[in-house]
């Protein structure tokens, strides 16, 4: 086993559902084709390490924890070979997994873990399907039949050599930038004045750092050489979108696909030795600054609310680990209460582990280059020193969310102090409730980004799953968090009641060792504009007029219709749609929602990805 503890694996299932390694099965006597392709799965996924199968667990048909009872092993001797045997025949290759008989509360279970297989080894294919029908790879807790694409990726991974050293052999030297070089020149001296390849010329600078590589006969750029020195023009040409990087300046919390009305985007595309700075310098002077007088000193210091080097760390972040691979840019977007950074290519690292010393890079030969002119560090550092920055600053720890399936990355900065004195008053509406200082903060969270996930409570709280889960239900059951989802895919948004408490606010009653920040800052930051806030849904009187008439017996035609208006001013959440149209939560998605979508007149904001958190409905463009 590779150091995941029994106990951990059962609290894990029983608490949040299988995931990306983590499956079970209810298997009593033998093993079926749904093994097969898990193993498949396992063996095949890039970077997952392997996964375990705990075998003897049953579903259970509630929505709620526990999900699995335990219907245990008939044979566990038998069936513990049979793993064994069916591993070694039944695949293109021999499986060696390790294969235990464990209890659990005194019945037998058999915990197997399958191994990641080795580059050169891909794809392992259930030999009785072939190739094409019997290679699986996994994407969060789901075994999928991989695509020709996903087949070709896993031959190219056995090369061993990453995206970022490959030869672009239609390029040349005069494809890099000189001034981007001396540039490079200038920050690598302030690090190492004495540093050798500063004495090269050009071009030999750029065969010291293996970015310019002779090959039969002739000298190209390497993937990592332009990302870092090369012009725009040539990036434009050779790589249109994967070395592009939007700023998006959006008004308002919510993404609004209007680009008259809602939101600035400015696209950069240059060397990321330049690129970087520049883009430093558009996002700071976006972050409302607080001053600072201290008692020893006779001029004031504006410090931004967001501390600088966070940004840095997080903008490097995004850079050096994208994927260049995917043709889509990385999105920086600044809403009115927070900073996304958003970046192809999921986390290498588990996001358990992001955080802790050591680093696992996507290109090396682009970290290396960062590193040496301190633009980047490459020991796993980055995203520890981003939470450390934050929680000084009295902010939010950084939110991440690492999507294997759909190969994104996202880290989010809030801009909201913790706790301000417009918090402290608002949480005084739950005095009743005697929360904790970690569910405070969490209610807090919630508020500013419309849900919040196990992962999410974990990273602002410091705590572990099964405490972030006990916590999340128990607001649940108070009736301040709505449940949505199942399983992993679990996410909590809030209710009414939350967003628009009726008690009488009572500070004294706050959870110990919370205190009101005083920061100049936090009094321009207002709790969370309630959902029927006119100016928040920037609709017309006449809409506005039919909201306010619908009734218990209005048509459903007339309700259809409603719902079409507002889908087309922007897209709504279901919640939000439930309170507007006064109609219950899951009555409005199957007898309204679900059909229109069927029928082509709506359609989801994140069709791939149904528990999406933010999941909206939106009017069908024709």
């Known amino acids: 086993m590779d150091g995941i503890e029994f106990e951990e694996l059962i609290n894990t299932l029983q ?96 915990l197997v873990y399958i191994p ?30 991989c695509t020709r694409d996903d087949l070709n990726y896993l031959y190219q991974q056995r090369s061993r050599k990453k995206h970022d050293e490959t030869l672009v052999e239609n390029a040349s030297f005069e494809d ?57 023009m040539a990036l434009r040409r050779l790589f249109p979108m994967s070395t592009r990087v939007d700023y998006i300046l959006i008004e308002g919390r919510e993404w609004v696909p209007d680009p008259e009305k809602r939101y600035h985007a400015t696209e950069m595309r240059e060397g990321l030795v330049t690129l970087i700075p520049r883009l430093m310098l558009n996002v700071m002077a976006d972050i409302p600054q607080a001053f600072v007088l201290r008692d020893d000193e006779i001029y004031r210091k504006d410090n931004p609310l967001i501390p600088r080097k966070a940004i840095r760390e997080a903008i490097c972040n995004a850079l050096m680990h994208r994927d260049y691979t995917c043709n889509q840019p990385v999105q920086v977007r600044r809403y009115a209460n927070r900073i996304e950074f958003a970046n192809a290519g999921y986390s290498l690292k588990p996001e358990e582990e992001l955080g802790l010393p050591g680093s696992i890079t996507r290109n090396d030969k682009i970290a290396s280059v960062l590193h040496e002119i301190n633009m980047a ?64 903060r969490s209610l807090i969270v919630v508020r500013e980004m419309g849900a919040i996930t196990n992962a999410d409570y974990r990273t602002i709280n410091c705590v572990d799953t099964l ?32 967003l628009t408490p009726e008690q009488t606010p009572c500070i004294s009653s706050l959870p110990e060792g919370i205190a009101p920040h005083t920061n100049p800052l936090s009094e321009g930051i207002t709790p969370h504009t309630t959902l029927l806030s006119e100016e928040f849904l920037g609709l017309d009187q006449a809409l506005r007029e039919e909201i306010q008439q619908i009734g218990k017996r209005t048509p459903p035609t007339a309700i259809r219709g409603i719902i079409r208006q507002l889908c087309s001013v922007r897209p709504f959440k279901p919640s939000e749609l439930s309170q507007l149209l006064k109609r219950n939560h899951r009555y409005l998605r199957d007898n309204y929602l679900t059909p229109m979508v069927e029928a082509g007149e709506l359609e989801l904001v994140f069709p791939s990805n149904l528990a999406h958190p933010q999941q909206a409905y939106k009017v069908k463009k024709p």
Request: charged share 25%.
């Open 116 to 145: 990641e297989a080795e580059p050169h080894d891909k794809p392992v294919y259930i030999q009785s399907e072939g190739i094409d029908k019997g290679t699986f790879r996994r994407i969060g807790p789901t075994d999928q039949k």
């Open 377 to 440: 560090e490459t020991k796993g550092s980055g995203i520890r020193a981003m939470r450390d920055l934050m929680r000084e600053a009295n902010l939010t720890t950084p939110l991440i969310e690492s999507n294997r399936g759909s190969n994104q990355f996202t880290l989010t900065f809030l801009t909201h102090h913790l706790f301000d004195k417009k918090d402290i008053e608002w949480l005084g509406h739950f005095k009743n409730h005697s929360l904790s200082s970690e569910e405070a």
């Open 15 to 110: 608490n949040n559902g299988e995931n990306e390694r983590i499956e079970a099965k209810q298997t009593t006597n033998s093993l079926g084709k749904s093994f097969l392709q898990t193993v498949s799965a396992f063996s095949n996924e890039p970077g997952l390490g392997g996964g375990y199968l705990v075998l003897g667990l049953a579903k259970n048909s509630s929505d709620q924890p526990p999900y699995y009872s335990t219907s245990g092993i008939a044979d566990p001797e038998r069936l513990q070979s049979e793993v064994v045997t069916v591993c070694r025949q039944c695949f293109n290759m021999p499986i060696r997994p390790s294969v235990e008989v464990l209890l659990h509360r005194d019945i037998p279970l058999l």
């Open 467 to 498: 405490i972030a889960s006990a916590h999340l239900r128990r607001l649940r059951d108070l009736g301040l968090l709505e449940q949505k989802g199942r399983g992993n895919a679990t996410y909590y948004v809030p209710t009414p009641k939350m």
């Open 176 to 232: 890099f930038d000189p001034q981007t070089i001396k540039a490079y020149r200038q920050m690598r001296k302030e690090v190492c004045e004495t540093a050798e390849e500063l004495n090269y010329n050009d071009e030999d600078l750029l065969r010291s750092l293996s970015v310019l590589v002779p090959y039969r006969g002739g000298i190209y750029p390497t993937v990592a050489g332009l990302v870092l020195f090369g012009k725009a």
